[in-house]
């Protein structure tokens, strides 16, 4: 996908709309998502800072906490992980949604502890999103990535979030989550704006 053009026909778009209109923050979403996936933090934060300048009348509730969360992920991209834990310590609205939203808000967070070296931290609240998605598959649907997703920081989990690369269940997983087209693959535009296989590739550093 061309990234670059995308943002900049996302642009053009909102030289159509009404500034506080939803098309308006449809197209400053698709261009923010360019920014991201093509990691140009420095735009993205734009982007992102324009979006919450926003009144909560105009972007609603449910948006404007979504816009907390990009900026959290956009923060963590640009390895400013205390900010971006700072943000998403507020009470958000998205968290209500049980599956997609409030998910990925969790796995963001383990992400972050991992990163902070806050070990206990990330424990515990690696048991809670696998009790918490434990319930919901009772009740609604969990993608099978999130599922897997868990399933590699609990693996992760037995050497102190340390990644081993002699780990075989591990490697495996891994492997998994960055196929393409299957049940378990990434996907653009999804609440998981930061990839979490890249993430575990490129951060824990491979023995």
């Not at 209109?21 to 993205?44: G, W």
């Not at 918490?132 to 609990?154: A, F, G, N, S």
Request: proline letters at 1%; a neutral charge.
């Amino acid at each position: 996908m061309d990234y670059e053009a995308a943002a900049i026909d996302a642009k053009k778009a909102q030289e159509y709309y009404i500034e506080n209109s939803f098309d308006y923050f449809i197209s400053k979403e698709q261009e923010l998502y360019a920014y991201i996936y093509s990691s140009k933090e420095a735009q993205a934060l734009k982007c992102i800072d324009k979006l919450i300048e926003h009144s909560l009348i105009d972007t609603g509730e449910f948006r404007k906490s979504k816009y907390v969360y990009y900026k959290s992920c956009v923060l963590f991209t640009s390895k400013k992980y205390k900010e971006a834990l700072s943000l998403l310590k507020m009470s958000l609205e998205i968290e209500k949604d049980k599956t997609r939203w409030n998910i990925s808000l969790r796995i963001l967070n383990i992400m972050l502890y991992i990163e902070l070296n806050k070990i206990d931290e990330a424990g515990r609240s690696l048991e809670s999103l696998r009790k918490h998605i434990e319930r919901q598959v009772k009740e609604d649907e969990v993608k099978p990535r999130d599922i897997l997703i868990v399933k590699t920081l609990r693996e992760l989990e037995k050497s102190n979030f340390e990644f081993d690369s002699k780990n075989v269940t591990l490697i495996k997983m891994l492997k998994e989550l960055s196929e393409k087209d299957t049940a378990v693959s990434w996907e653009h535009f999804s609440t998981e704006l930061i990839p979490f296989h890249k993430w575990l590739e490129g951060s824990l550093h491979l023995k």
